[in-house]
């Protein structure tokens, strides 16, 4: 499903986020990208949305190879993933129930499949309550189940998760982890990175941790540190 | 209430593309337009804010015009009132002096040419000349020659047909105003030039105020672009809202900058005319049409650049 193989990535300012980083993610799998500030987690989910693209190796997204992806199709990629960012970036001036349709109506969907989806998404994250109001008026919790709403509107195929848990306290943390495994458990890839030691050891999933932009270890169950 | 299953994915980028091509462009289906309209109203103080710089830059612009074509036209009537006048010998027939016309006439760079016989002339003298109003009772005989009055098409024109009128048989001599011909050819010259450096100077500076305010007005909301291209928006999808935004702008301060433009000129016209009337100033029918031409094709041609150039850095794969 995702497929990095040799990456490096160095910025033009001369940082060097990644290198020779392999990874392979399988379908409906849930990955942990964990490690310190820079070692480049952040820098995975931005090749995975060819936001940037690798200066080594080769990413593969769903059979694409993004590196001869022309930019005409990067949309059409971002189609098939949904992102949930740690500061929501939720439109302020607009309601619940919008914030998530937005992603749907500037997409070209059909305009008569919007609503009962994004009724679906509210149903999901448990926020069809609030959909009229306005996102200063929720929680940060609230606010990051909105945000994951719309990023498993349009039914992707992967869901990123760039610490998604970042800005919220432990219970409210909790019930965002819950519903990216619920997420997952309908066979969506869900690939999330955090410092949130606590959920990783919890959970007990797949967990990459990079150090340095390499790859220091890759676990199918494994804990935020290993015992050393 | 479940959708599995019920949203297709598209295949393979090939299929995906042709989902999008069948669902055709989304001005055709006016959601560009809605977005746009939308996009004014949730962004209305920033939206008023550009409108408002854009007029003021269209009404500096326009105004910049407004003088310009003005003093090309104090230029032309300037022009228009050197004279060339060539003295016919005193012993042609009236048959010979109208070959002389027509062969000024023929003359290249020659506007116009009238012949003036020599009691018409005694009689201009004696208008332009209060206290000879009498001479003509004085005299025996009419003592000035009949004579060809030229205007020539320009001043730069009015050497080289005093040259050749002088040649044309049965004209005797040739009288221009030189040193005053050369002054004007000077000063219209720079006349011109000024008018279109200020008027070029005033579109430019318009220009970049406009571009800037617009690229601000993007700048504000860059997370909702941000997002748009997350989710995976097409550019064009994107650009067609802020595009028509931009338009729907530079019609509005179109439309004030021409409510003003017409009012101040209408005003400044009758005021001149009154109190400075040698001064020639161009009838309203005359110089507005050219002058509003400008200001509605800047207005909406800066609003589409200014979206346009505002938005394509945020637009970058």
């Not at chain 1, 609030?130 to 200063?136: F, I, K, M, Q, T």
Request: glycine residues 8%; proline residues 5%.
């Amino acid at each position: 499903m995702i497929n990095l193989s040799g990456v490096g990535k160095r910025y033009p300012t001369g940082v060097v986020a990644l290198q020779d980083v392999s990874l392979r993610i399988e379908r409906g799998e849930f990955v942990f990208l964990v490690g310190p500030t820079g070692s480049g987690k952040s820098t995975v989910l931005k090749l995975i949305q060819r936001i940037e693209r690798p200066t080594a190796g080769r990413v593969e997204v769903d059979g694409l190879d993004l590196c001869s992806l022309p930019d005409s199709q990067v949309p059409l990629l971002r189609r098939g993933l949904g992102v949930v960012f740690q500061e929501f970036k939720l439109l302020s001036d607009r309601s619940v129930a919008d914030n998530v349709a937005f992603a749907l109506r500037v997409t070209e969907t059909d305009p008569v499949e919007v609503a009962p989806r994004v009724q679906w998404a509210l149903e999901t994250v448990g926020m069809v309550h609030r959909a009229d109001d306005l996102p200063a008026r929720l929680s940060g919790g609230e606010q990051q189940r909105v945000c994951l709403a719309r990023a498993i509107v349009a039914r992707p195929r992967i869901v990123l998760a760039d610490e998604p848990t970042g800005n919220l306290d432990p219970e409210a943390a909790w019930e965002i982890m819950q519903l990216l495994s619920a997420v997952n458990l309908r066979g969506t890839t869900v690939v999330m990175t955090t410092h949130n030691n606590t959920l990783v050891d919890v959970l007990r999933r797949r967990v990459v941790e990079l150090h340095a932009g390499r790859v220091m270890r890759d676990e199918s169950r494994g804990l935020y540190q290993t015992a050393r | 209430m479940s959708l599995e299953g019920s949203i297709k994915q598209p295949a393979d980028a090939a299929d995906a593309r042709r989902v999008l091509l069948a669902r055709g462009w989304p001005w055709v289906r006016g959601q560009a337009l809605r977005d746009a309209i939308g996009g004014l109203r949730r962004n209305g103080l920033m939206a008023a804010a550009a409108t408002t710089t854009i007029a003021i830059a269209l009404m500096v612009a326009g105004g910049g015009v407004l003088a310009s074509v003005n003093l090309a036209h104090l230029a032309s009537v300037l022009e228009s009132q050197v004279e060339i006048v060539g003295f016919i010998q005193r012993d042609l027939t009236p048959q010979q002096q109208h070959r002389v016309l027509a062969a000024a006439r023929d003359l290249p760079g020659v506007r116009s040419a009238e012949l003036v016989g020599r009691a018409e002339a005694l009689r201009r003298l004696q208008k332009t000349y209060g206290s000879l109003a009498s001479v003509g009772s004085h005299l025996k005989t009419n003592p000035l020659p009949d004579s060809i009055e030229v205007r020539a098409s320009g001043p730069g024109q009015v050497r080289a047909v005093a040259a050749a009128l002088e040649r044309i048989a049965g004209v005797q001599d040739v009288l221009y105003g030189t040193p005053v011909v050369d002054r004007l050819v000077a000063l219209t010259r720079a006349v011109r030039i000024t008018g279109a450096v200020v008027a070029g100077a005033l579109f430019a500076a318009a220009l970049l105020i406009v571009l800037n305010t617009i690229r601000l007005t993007i700048a504000a909301r860059r997370q909702e672009i941000e997002i748009m291209t997350l989710v995976g928006a097409t550019p064009g999808f994107i650009r067609g809202p802020f595009v028509l935004e931009g338009v729907l702008q530079g019609a509005a301060a179109a439309l004030a900058a021409t409510a003003v433009l017409v009012a101040a000129y209408v005003y400044l016209a009758v005021q001149i005319a009154g109190s400075l009337p040698f001064l020639p100033v161009l009838e309203s029918s005359a110089a507005l049409p050219g002058a509003l031409a400008v200001v509605w094709l800047l207005g909406i041609a800066v609003g589409i650049a200014g979206s346009e150039i505002g938005i394509r850095r945020y637009l970058r794969p």
